[in-house]
Nanobody, 123 residues
């Protein structure tokens, strides 16, 4: 069974940090682009970051550049999103998704999705 499972969300104060994990089962993450997206209540699902497991290239949305870092483990069975200097506007449900080998940002280009993990930034 093909599955992506996110974990690591929670409640954090502004300026704090969280690390989200995305574990894959049933299929390899090799030769794919893995993306992180987020969706706040009443808003569209926005692309946050992605990484190519082909060549390690990473991309970030301007809103998170310099604060978030995406990475994979050596076995390419998991993808992580380290989030630092969190702001209230980062509050959303965060999803990981697996696409093809091409680096893309549109949600429709990703075939597999996790169930999401809630991140709340509040004092």
């Amino acid at each position: 069974q093909v599955q992506l499972v996110e974990s690591g969300g929670g409640l954090v104060q502004p300026g704090g940090s969280l690390m989200l994990s995305c574990a894959a089962s049933g299929f390899p993450l090799d030769y794919r682009t893995i993306g992180w997206f987020r969706q706040a209540p009443g808003k569209e699902r926005d692309w946050v970051s992605c990484i190519s497991t082909v060549h390690g290239t990473t991309r970030y949305a301007d809103s998170v550049k310099g604060r978030f870092t995406i990475s994979t483990n050596n076995a390419k069975t998991a993808v992580y999103l380290q989030m630092n200097s969190l702001k209230p506007e980062d509050t959303a449900v965060y999803y990981c998704a697996a696409g093809s080998q091409y680096i893309v940002r549109a949600p429709r280009e990703y075939s597999y999705w996790g169930q999401g993990t809630q991140v709340t930034v509040s004092s």
